[in-house]
């Protein structure tokens, strides 16, 4: 498999993280709001559109943000 150029991996990051923290959120408050029911797949597939269109361009712009503070906070150099 051919890996993509590092330039993109902030890009792949955002991706990746807010479709999946979308699918997961959305189906979680999909569930408590209104249950299993043979309609439940289709109202979270619906929510989870949503939730990803606004959640990608979160994520690409919070990401280089949330790493920064993070650089700040944790010390940096060997790992346990």
């Known amino acids: 498999m051919t890996k993509l150029s590092p330039r993109f991996y902030t890009l792949v ?3 990746i993280m807010s479709c999946l923290m979308s699918l997961l959120m959305s189906g979680v408050i ?3 709001n209104t249950g299993f029911d043979p309609g439940f ?3 979270w597939l619906r ?3 949503v939730a990803w269109l606004v959640a990608f361009p979160l994520v690409s712009f919070i990401a280089p943000l949330a ?3 993070t650089r700040r ?4 150099g060997s790992t346990p």
Do not use: K, P, Q
Request: proline share 0%; glycine share 0%.
């Open 41 to 43: 797949h289709l109202r």
């Open 47 to 49: 929510a989870w559109v």
């Open 67 to 69: 790493h920064r503070a």
């Open 73 to 76: 906070l944790v010390e940096t």
């Open 13 to 15: 990051f955002a991706l």
């Open 30 to 32: 999909t569930a408590i």
